[in-house]
């Protein structure tokens, strides 16, 4: 796949949304499974914010048994089939295995797909809802770290409900991450493996919107926020309504809800952020036919918080990177994009993090002819659904007790990325489910301790 | 969830899973860290009188990157007080009164001496005695061990003195190191053992220093022959087992041992008439908590099949595991390639070609300078060497050919031309 294709077929527009990295064959499976050492308190167990048990999810594939293997996987991570997919393997278990020194790391994120594609070709069903205590539910949001939270709430007995604004569930994984990393099927499956614990499902309705937090928590005995990140914020720049301006969510959710479009075939995209949502925008433009793609980015490719392996595989597509620049302005023709303004940049002092704050180069601005804007600088916080609840939080991060996902309200939890408080890397999908999990025994641990006190 | 409990000559268990008599059950410690893994039963370290052990002790054979594909020692039964021993074992039974605890025992031809040491495992509750009459080394050549289990005499008349005494279930440990061994299986039975387990070590010398000369492993610059065991003497196991399950005369239920390394090796001496097994040095390998895996394999495979319980499978082999004269002359395999999945290594060509019947041609496509690998069904004799040379599995593809004859085995053919009565 590259750009600068002057046509492009709807069948060929279709395959270029299919999965990039092809599953292990039978063969090289087990042959990755037999170079496992089967290390004790193994160190890639450590590197993955779940704890999955690799060393022995890795041995059941050597030994055929792949329905323990799926087991041990879905167990630790209720999304472990996305997470094979679009973890940073390299960063995490991967970049952490023994043989990196030695020989060469295990494919530890493709074995974790051998194993979870089996359990969704087999149709393999792996929990029970526990049995039930009388207590419910509600869970703000279905992404990885609301379906994590219901998982084990389920299980745990628990009469849940998980109230989701989309039509599907399962988040950023069912609508944020490109088809070509992460087809939707997975995703659903996994929100399958949810619904079989008798965990209920209300499709389009916003917490704070459709239902207020006063009946939820007169319904409920707790309220799980997981709702994950609002829409990319504005540029605040000159043209932002023009026909023609996106932003990369609603470019990717698109692609994966609504038949592929044809126009950006032939076209220029000018993508502003250099975030992995850029890149994924990036590379949807590339796959829907666009003849060029740039990512403009106002600092340079050290600040950058996509991952290598992002990175590389947007060059890869062709995509062009131009660090250092940022949007001033967009321009219009007939009320449609014609180009884009941008200012040179340079990186000036540190800030209280350590990063080099980017400073406008006076006078060196210059333009670009595009066809689309799309729009990748980040993601706005939950803010009015914290207040709507009347939480404590710190720009739109929610305050949380020590130690426990209990927000200012006690009968309310937050997890996921409406609690993400920035850092070295993105939010994670995997660092969600974690966090889902955790909440859950967190509730669980905070009704167990008031019946004993009781 | 399939019932994995299994009950062997009386001896209850949870699975079918247990260590057996080696550097792993050496201690309480062990066994007990053990059973919290998943264990079913334990075999003690073989008690016996103080034993005094050399440095070193073990040797391996690693083969074409895969570790420890078989593994020897030279170690002796346990070198700790007999006491100890006795005191850590009713602990052990008393933590965990459900899982199966054995005392393997082993003294010299005495018949008091048999009879003191039964009373004493037996009095701190031992679920079993298992009498090892296979170490090959260093007690062979003090009259005990394999010494015994070579002479189905010595053995009949050893189970004889024990059972005079014993409360529990006697299992015997028979050595392979004989030519046939039905007739020790025969003679522990005849004595009256209600079980026997196989097998023992086997004799061998893992290798010699190419650089030194000196044996592997050395004790200061002498070598003796070792115990082998480990996933290469499964097959050796296998046979022995399945041939004293078909065999009327041995009769007594049997508790597999030899290279048992996961669920799959387990099922297999399941299969062949094993009761329940014995893992060793899959343990050395990789710690007690392979026991994991054993279990959810074997609870898998057994869901996954809809068979209820573990009992229901042992033996379901043994029935088709015969002699060569009952074997159909007239059965017809010859080998196929599969094109798709061929990745012309032409390893099947050159087996066939030096080692076997010459009929799998390479044949060169002129128009695309392309080689592919058929076989002349007509000259092929279906000996399976292509398909296990074949790196990729399920490329060579085994399959039968209908004769138009009706199945006639040796036996039967020499009944037919008058040559057998």
């Known amino acids: 796949m590259a750009v600068g294709e002057a046509f492009v077929s709807a069948a060929e527009l279709f395959s270029n949304f299919d999965e990039v990295v092809p599953p292990l064959k039978p063969k090289e499976a087990i042959d990755e499974a037999n170079r496992c050492l089967y290390c004790y308190d193994a160190p890639c167990i450590k590197a993955c914010p779940t704890g999955i048990d690799i060393p022995s999810f890795i041995k059941k594939i050597a030994t055929g048994n792949l329905y323990g293997s799926a087991r041990i996987i879905m167990e630790t991570n209720p999304v472990g089939a996305s997470c094979a997919r679009v973890c940073p393997t390299s960063q995490l278990c991967e970049g952490a295995c023994v043989l990196n020194d030695a020989s060469k790391p295990i494919l530890i994120g493709l074995l974790q797909r051998h194993a979870t594609d089996w359990a969704i070709r087999n149709n393999a069903v792996f929990f029970k809802p526990g049995e039930r205590n009388g207590r419910k539910a509600a869970i703000a949001g279905g992404g990885p770290a609301g379906l994590s939270a219901a998982r084990e709430l389920g299980r745990l007995g628990y009469d849940v409900t998980v109230y989701e604004a989309k039509e599907k569930a399962g988040g950023l994984n069912t609508y944020g991450i490109v088809s070509f990393r992460l ?122 918080t996509a991952y290598d392996f992002e990175f590389e595989f947007a060059k890869q597509d062709g995509v062009e990177f131009r660090w250092l620049t940022a949007p001033k302005r967009i321009l219009g023709r007939d009320g449609k994009v014609a180009g884009l303004e941008l200012i040179r940049m340079t990186l000036g002092e540190p800030d209280e993090k350590g990063r080099r704050k980017p400073v406008p180069i006076e006078g060196s601005e210059f333009t670009v002819e595009v066809d689309y804007v799309v729009k990748a600088i980040g993601q706005k916080r939950q803010i009015p659904l914290l207040e709507a609840f009347g939480l404590e939080h710190r720009n739109g991060v929610p305050v949380l007790e020590e130690n426990s996902f209990r927000t200012t309200h006690p009968k309310v939890y937050a997890a996921g990325d409406i609690i993400f408080g920035g850092g070295k890397t993105d939010a994670m999908v995997v660092d969600a489910a974690e966090q889902g999990k955790k909440a859950a025994y967190a509730i669980h641990r905070s009704f167990e301790t008031e019946s004993q006190t009781a | 969830m399939a019932d994995l409990r299994i009950n062997l000559a009386g001896i209850q268990s949870p699975n079918p899973f247990w260590l057996a008599s080696a550097p792993p059950t050496n201690s309480g410690y062990q066994v007990m860290r053990a059973f919290e893994a998943g264990w079913g039963g334990a075999v003690w370290k073989t008690l016996g009188e103080p034993i005094i052990n050399v440095t070193s002790r073990f040797a391996a054979l690693h083969y074409g990157g895969q570790r420890v594909l078989g593994l020897n020692n030279i170690e002796l039964i346990t070198d700790r007080p007999l006491e100890e021993n006795l005191k850590e074992m009713a602990e052990v039974k008393r933590r965990f009164p459900h899982h199966a605890l054995i005392a393997s025992l082993m003294v010299e031809h005495k018949r008091e001496a048999w009879h003191e040491i ?172 392979i026991v994991e895996d054993m279990i959810d394999g074997l609870n898998n495979y057994l869901d996954q099949k809809g068979i209820a319980s573990v009992t229901d499978i042992v033996g379901k082999s043994v029935s088709s595991y015969s002699d060569w004269g009952h074997l159909n002359l007239n059965y017809k395999i010859v080998a196929r390639i599969h094109e798709e999945t061929c990745i012309n290594c032409n390893k099947c060509h050159i087996a066939c070609e030096d080692a076997s019947h010459q009929c799998i041609d390479i044949i060169r496509d002129e128009a695309t300078g392309k080689e592919r690998l058929v076989v002349r069904e007509e000259d092929c004799v279906g000996c399976n060497l292509c398909m296990i040379v074949c790196p990729v599995e399920g490329t060579v593809e085994m399959v039968e050919v209908p004769t138009g004859q009706p199945p006639l085995t040796w036996n039967q053919r020499q009944a037919a031309l008058g040559l057998v009565k």
Request: with cysteine.
């Open chain 1, 183 to 304: 087809p939707q099927d997975i995703a659903l499956w996994e929100v399958r493996q949810v619904e079989s614990l008798g965990v209920k499902f209300k499709y389009g309705v916003r917490v704070g919107v459709d239902i207020s937090p006063q009946e939820l928590l007169a319904e409920y005995d707790v309220v799980l926020l997981s709702a994950g990140m609002g829409a990319v914020p504005d540029l605040a720049v000159e043209g932002e309504d023009l026909e023609g301006v996106y932003d990369a969510i609603t470019l990717v959710e698109d692609t994966k809800t609504k038949p592929l479009t044809t126009e950006f075939i032939g076209k220029k995209v000018a993508v502003i952020g250099a975030g992995n949502t850029a890149i994924d925008a990036a590379t949807c433009s590339v796959r829907l036919g666009a003849a060029q793609v740039q990512i403009f980015y106002r600092r340079t490719s050290k600040e950058m």
């Open chain 2, 118 to 289: 039964v009373k004493q495992v037996e009095a701190i509750g031992v679920d079993g005695l298992e009498l090892n009459f296979g170490c090959p080394h260093g007690m062979a050549e003090r009259g005990m061990g394999s010494a015994v289990g070579q002479h189905p005499d010595l053995v009949r008349q050893q189970v004889e003195w024990v059972k005079e005494v014993a409360q529990t279930p006697v299992i015997v440990k028979l050595t392979p190191n004989i030519t046939d061994i039905r007739f020790t299986a025969r003679a522990a039975s005849e004595g009256g053992a209600d079980a026997v387990s196989m097998i023992n070590t086997i004799n061998s010398l893992m290798g010699v220093d190419l650089d030194t000369w000196l044996p592997v492993p050395h004790v200061d610059g002498k070598g003796a022959h070792g115990g082998y065991c480990g996933p290469a003497v499964k097959p050796i196991a296998l046979n022995m087992v399945a041939e004293c399950a078909r065999d009327p005369q041995v009769g007594i239920p049997i508790s597999g041992i030899g290279g048992i390394s996961n669920w799959r090796d387990a099922v297999e001496f399941l299969l062949m008439g094993a009761t329940g097994v014995q893992v060793c040095t899959a343990v050395m390998h990789h710690g007690f908590r």
